[in-house]
């Protein structure tokens, strides 16, 4: 007897791009190939490569593209899109739906922020649960960073661990293009994200070697954390977290 997939409600803004040169617009705007795949993720970066916002972007015709971001930075994305867009021949407007998270193999957009076969679809009947601790789990796991928890407009892709995911080093020019390559080329990120096992731990505690603090946590559930630590950390750190031991996942 097969098994039915799990779904979960997961909040989030869509503006859609389309036009005759909906394609072009996308590819000098986004840190991600938008041709190369019918879905990718990308970045809506500022010249010093600061994340404006996470996108999700579905080609779903020629000229026609659907970008999924956070709830909340659904008009940032809009507002900046059409701010840039001079003399460029397409329409930017927000849209209207819902999304589910279904994890298993099912019809829908392919994701991988739970490490785990999963697929976003729009506008599923029925109800979808909200998020627990399962998923989150699994999105920790994965070291997948959430807007508000990991990332910010402080936050450099790399620090992240996006430019493994959301940043093509192929394509053409888009704003933030310089310093992302300057930094995977000639240099590395100052601190990264890991995953640590810790009985417990809240967002905001310090992540201790010592007497030094090289990190903070920044999302958790029952026995693991994710944190932005110091590169310099190694494996078999000994670690502390609000007193209690840690090590690297």
Known sequence: MAVAAKAYARPRAYVRVRGPEAADFL???????????????ALLLTPKARVIAPLLVWRRGADDFLLLTEPELGETVRAHLTR????????????????????????????????????????????????DEELERLRILSRTPRWGSELDDTVLPAEAGLDERAISFTKGCYPG??????????????????????????????????????????????GLALAYLRTEVTDDAELEVGGRPARLH
């Open 27 to 41: 590819q000098r705007m986004v840190s991600n190939d938008v041709l190369a795949e019918p879905v990718c993720e």
């Open 84 to 131: 840039m867009r001079i003399a460029t021949r397409c329409e930017i407007e927000l849209e209207e739906h819902t999304s589910t998270v279904v994890l298993g193999e099912a019809p829908g957009i392919p994701i991988r922020d739970y490490g785990v076969p999963a697929v976003e679809m729009l506008d599923a009947p029925g109800e979808a649960a909200p998020a």
């Open 177 to 222: 293009q310089e310093p992302v390559a300057r930094l995977h080329f000639r240099g590395h990120a100052n601190r990264a994200l890991r995953v640590l096992e810790v009985e417990s731990a809240v967002p905001g505690d310090e992540v201790r070697l010592g007497d030094k603090a090289v990190g903070r946590v920044t999302s958790a559930v029952s």
